[in-house]
């Protein structure tokens, strides 16, 4: 098992380009999420799937888009970088259902810095 | 809305010394309350967590107990080795959803 697996590590763009980071994961979740770190904020999620062709917002959805065409994927899309969104960006995933099962995978992250 | 307050950081402790992190929260409704704890350069892991009242959850040496009354789950530990330095995310999940609710987090830094 690979658990939760996040391309690329690190990234620099400049305003207004577009970008997609990865994220997958091979241990059939259902649920899968974006978060943004951002120093002494903690991790804000930013959208959130609870399965293949459903998706919804988080607390900070703007400027980020996302899609669920599989189980194993969850991109995340920026259409047009703004310098707010440089930050570490993390994946997660976990089992959907009862509350004991909410332990959350979370890959390595992806540091985005957008000049 | 929900929200998770944890202690102010950092926190640098000589090895062996005794470690508490606070962490109080607010919710809607009845929280499942976790600790994650990521190390430099990695992602979270899930430390411990506890789903119910006065449940304790424990993990590496590491304790928390939920507490109902005063709305904490303060992370304790007897003897941290250098090697528990990282940064330590209290988090809360409410009805069965997955969405996690994040702390500011805590800095550790244990010197030998």
């Given at each position: 098992n690979a658990g939760v697996t996040?391309?690329?590590?690190?990234?620099?763009?400049?305003?207004?380009?577009?970008?997609?980071?990865?994220?997958a994961q091979d241990m059939?979740?259902?649920?899968?999420?974006?978060?943004?770190?951002?120093?002494?904020?903690?991790?804000?999620?930013?959208?959130?799937?609870?399965?293949?062709?459903?998706?919804?917002?988080?607390?900070?959805?703007?400027?980020?888009?996302?899609?669920?065409?599989?189980?194993?994927?969850?991109?995340?899309?920026?259409?047009?970088?703004?310098?707010?969104?440089?930050?570490?960006?993390?994946?997660?995933?976990?089992?959907?259902?009862?509350?004991?099962?909410?332990?959350?995978?979370?890959?390595?992250?992806?540091?985005?810095?957008?000049? | 809305?929900?929200?998770?307050?944890?202690?102010?950081?950092?926190?640098?402790?000589?090895?062996?010394?005794?470690?508490?992190?606070?962490?109080?929260?607010?919710?809607?409704?009845?929280?499942?309350?976790?600790?994650?704890?990521?190390?430099?350069?990695?992602?979270?892991?899930?430390?411990?967590?506890?789903?119910?009242?006065?449940?304790?959850?424990?993990?590496?040496?590491?304790?928390?107990?939920?507490?109902?009354?005063?709305?904490?789950?303060?992370?304790?530990?007897?003897?941290?080795?250098?090697?528990?330095?990282?940064?330590?995310?209290?988090?809360?999940?409410?009805?069965?959803?997955?969405?996690?609710?994040?702390?500011?987090?805590?800095?550790?830094?244990?010197?030998?």
């Amino acid at each position: 098992n690979a658990g939760v697996t996040q391309t690329p590590k690190f990234q620099v763009l400049k305003t207004g380009q577009s970008m997609t980071l990865q994220c997958a994961q091979d241990m059939n979740h259902e649920y899968m999420s974006w978060y943004r770190q951002d120093p002494g904020m903690g991790l804000r999620l930013i959208h959130y799937s609870v399965g293949a062709g459903i998706t919804d917002q988080g607390e900070v959805p703007n400027g980020y888009n996302v899609s669920r065409s599989t189980t194993e994927d969850f991109p995340l899309r920026l259409l047009s970088a703004a310098p707010s969104q440089t930050s570490v960006y993390f994946c997660a995933s976990s089992r959907a259902g009862t509350r004991s099962l909410n332990e959350q995978f979370f890959g390595p992250g992806t540091r985005l810095t957008v000049l | 809305g929900d929200s998770v307050t944890q202690m102010e950081g950092p926190v640098t402790l000589s090895e062996e010394a005794f470690l508490t992190i606070n962490c109080t929260y607010t919710a809607t409704g009845y929280p499942s309350l976790f600790w994650y704890v990521q190390y430099p350069g990695e992602g979270l892991q899930l430390l411990l967590k506890a789903t119910k009242a006065d449940d304790k959850g424990s993990n590496k040496g590491f304790e928390a107990t939920y507490r109902k009354e005063t709305t904490s789950f303060h992370l304790e530990k007897g003897s941290v080795q250098v090697s528990d330095s990282a940064v330590y995310f209290c988090a809360l999940s409410v009805g069965g959803a997955q969405k996690l609710v994040f702390g500011q987090g805590t800095r550790l830094t244990i010197n030998p």
